[in-house]
């Protein structure tokens, strides 16, 4: 079959390589109709991955049909629609019994090196899913592969982000960065209930967007973001931030926007260490703070409800789709960042 894979900085390329096979009976082989480039890939594109050895399969956005499946599999049959969640979980281990999927003690993601448990990714024809019956979802009738992709990662991810946050029906929210992950959380606050959502980021077609979606928009490259929302929140701030883009900067932003007693919600991943963590701030402010890897198996559920049921469309933040042959160029176009969302589609 034909696959992308790693080479090293700035180098993906489509390959001929081994059909995968089952190898446990928990998994499935699924023949990869739709998949997509995330935020997360360009870690990889960027070789900021260790353990990503040149040959290794990438990617972990997908929907598929069901080719063949292992003896132990027994929520799904050969011809099903799926789409899967970008990371793996048993099910069964101490973690997963308190639905801690994202820290299962058998888990990995798919197409992410050695340091992630070596799996095969699904920028593919076909790819392994491991553990099948509970990374698996149908995907439910009437929905394009399209609609159903992303409660397998970004969009899951902001919900989940959000549900984090414990949103309150009628309560304000800022969003900081408007990437597909922060357009995604725009469009669960208000599906949550929230009264009010701010939509900040440096671009201004990224906060038109979220206007569009009905956020209010805080272009920050021409704005002052604080001074722009506690104008906007009668001097308080905001009762929930969620932040979608990754590091100290936006993390302090976050502080500076969030009421006395609120709450903040990150999921922006960085490869900083350390952040000066602003302890008085947050002592008098009684601040909650929160950050924390995506736990989709717990939340895929609900987003691929609220997609089925009209109220959030993912798909808005699409701007390009190529045929999987030509999913180098789809990199160089993410990475440069004239595509905010690449689909790949099944055909070469
Ligand atoms: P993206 O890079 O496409 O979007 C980031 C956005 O932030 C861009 O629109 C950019 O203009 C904006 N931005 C950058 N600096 C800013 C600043 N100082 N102020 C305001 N806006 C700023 O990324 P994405 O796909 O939307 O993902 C967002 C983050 O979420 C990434 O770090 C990604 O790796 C992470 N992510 C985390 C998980 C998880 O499990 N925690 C899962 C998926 C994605
Ligand atoms: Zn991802
Ligand atoms: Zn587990």
Redo the contacts with the bound molecule.
Sequence with gaps: MKAVTFHGERDVRVERVEDPRIQHPADVIIRVTTGAI???DLHLYHNAIPGLLPGHIIGHEYVGVVEEVGSQVTAFRKGERVVGAFHVACGRCRMCRREAYNQCEHGGVLGYGIAFGDLAGTQAEYARIPFADTTLRRVPDGLTDEQALFSG??LT?AYGAVANSGLQPGETVAV???????IMAVQSALAMGASKVFA????RE?TDLAEKLGAVPVP?GEVNPSSRILNGTDGEGVDVVIE???GS??LKLAFELVRGGGRISA???TAEDTFAYPLMNSLTKDVTFRI???NIHRDMDATLALVRGGRIDPTVVVSHRLPLSQAAEGYRLFDKREASKVILDGSL
């Design positions: 995330c935020g997360s990662d970004i991810t900081i960065g408007c990437g597909p992950v922060g900040v980021d440096l671009v990224r920050s979608a883009v990754g900067p936006t999921v922006g991943v924390g890897l995506a």
